[in-house]
Nanobody
């Protein structure tokens, strides 16, 4: 199983970026996809997730209304559309995947609720 995150870059505050997470080696449509980020010196934190059924989504409060998570099962790819970027969004962004509804005691925002992780893509937002 491989998850390949891409789409990061250096942008100015207020700009937009779309991150992609291309999956291989798994039946992508059967997996929940989560996005996390880690800023320098900080712990990795939840950003957003989309369920395997392409239905419910979840967002961290800090990105609600600005970020949109989606997926294209035909392309085995998940997306994170990031609008109105702020300097505090600067981080390495990771995508992750877990089969179905994941683990009973680990929700979509749980770091330990995912079995597979991508390598991360850097997002830097200048003020």
């Amino acid at each position: 199983v491989q998850l390949q995150a891409s789409g990061g870059g250096l942008v100015q505050a207020g700009s937009s970026l779309r991150l992609s997470c291309e999956a291989s080696g798994l039946r992508f449509r059967e997996y929940r996809v989560g996005w996390f980020r880690q800023a320098p010196g900080m712990e990795r934190e939840f950003v957003a997730a989309i369920e395997w059924s392409d239905g419910p989504t979840n967002y961290a409060d800090s990105v609600k209304g600005r970020f949109t998570v989606s997926r294209d099962n035909a392309k085995n790819t998940g997306y994170l559309q990031m609008n109105s970027l702020k300097p505090e969004d600067t981080a390495v962004y990771y995508c992750a995947a877990v089969l179905g509804d994941g683990y009973a005691d680990r929700g979509p925002a749980s770091l330990i609720g995912y079995d597979y992780w991508g390598q991360g893509t850097q997002v830097t937002v200048s003020s």
